[in-house]
């Protein structure tokens, strides 16, 4: 999720965005990991935010917001937990190559669920920590991205999405709160995840050339931040774009 700069000038388009399926995977039943990075996350703040979080990755993936994945194939999900996983040196940026040790590390050291490609491990950094892809970073714009990779031992596909923590400063502030401008990202993330889980490594899933993926075609129109999010189970979620309705939603 990045807010881009001339996002404006889709606006006033007449035609309603469409996306296409190209053939790519989409994670027909899909799983969620949580991994929260750093010491941040054992502190009182911390650990109220991971409570928070850990409710919202188990209740959103699998509750009515999972209905919009319907239209797209694809089936509500399941949480498999979390686990807290170690930033390896202290440093004011994230990289993707980092996300992807991370998860790999967790993995390794059996501290989570094992890959079986349908699952997909979130990472959420600590405060004043940004994240970048290599082309946009958390400081300016970016709320979180997601990914995959093949797992040199099982040769299998590992899918993951990152989360910048959302404070002045760093992520997309969707509101004053940087726990509920995490669980918007996520939610974001996740349905991209699953509709696309290989758009930067292999045959794109579902998708629109001019206007990007399911949660980016409502960011890409303009609405307003304001606009774009509710909650379910009192969890802060993006909505994100129907093509059978033509708008963006929490629920059909």
């Known amino acids: 999720m990045t807010i881009p700069q001339n996002a404006s000038q889709f606006a006033a388009a007449s035609t309603s965005p469409l996306l296409r399926y190209y053939g790519g995977r989409i994670l027909e039943e899909p799983k969620f990991v949580s991994l929260y990075a750093g010491d941040f996350w054992s ?3 911390g650990a109220s935010q991971r409570e928070k979080l850990d409710r919202c990755s188990a209740s959103v993936p699998s509750g009515d917001h999972a209905t919009v994945w319907q239209e797209y194939g694809v089936s509500p999900g399941e949480f498999k937990g979390s686990a807290r996983v170690p930033l390896h040196r202290p440093y004011p940026v994230v990289t993707e190559r980092d996300i992807r040790t991370m998860v790999a590390s967790a993995i390794k050291q059996s501290a989570v669920a094992i890959p079986d490609g349908e699952t997909v491990y979130t990472v959420f ?3 004043k920590v940004a994240l970048t892809d290599g082309y946009a970073d958390s400081r300016n714009g970016m709320g979180g991205y997601h990914g995959s990779y093949r797992d040199e031992k099982t040769g299998r596909k590992v899918y ?4 910048a923590y959302a404070d002045k400063g760093n992520g997309v502030q969707f509101t004053t709160r940087p726990v509920d401008n995490m669980s918007i990202a996520a939610s974001h993330e996740w349905t991209e995840a699953v509709t696309d889980p290989d758009v930067n490594a292999g045959k794109l899933g579902w998708y629109s050339k001019r206007f990007g993926e399911v949660g980016d075609i409502p960011i890409t129109l303009g609405y307003p ?28």
């Open 160 to 163: 993951y999405a990152a989360i």
């Open 125 to 127: 950094l600590p405060p």
């Open 43 to 45: 502190t009182g703040q």
């Open 225 to 252: 931040l304001s606009e774009l999010w509710g909650r379910i189970d009192g969890c802060a979620v993006q909505k994100e774009w129907s093509n059978a309705l033509g708008e963006p939603v929490l629920t059909e």
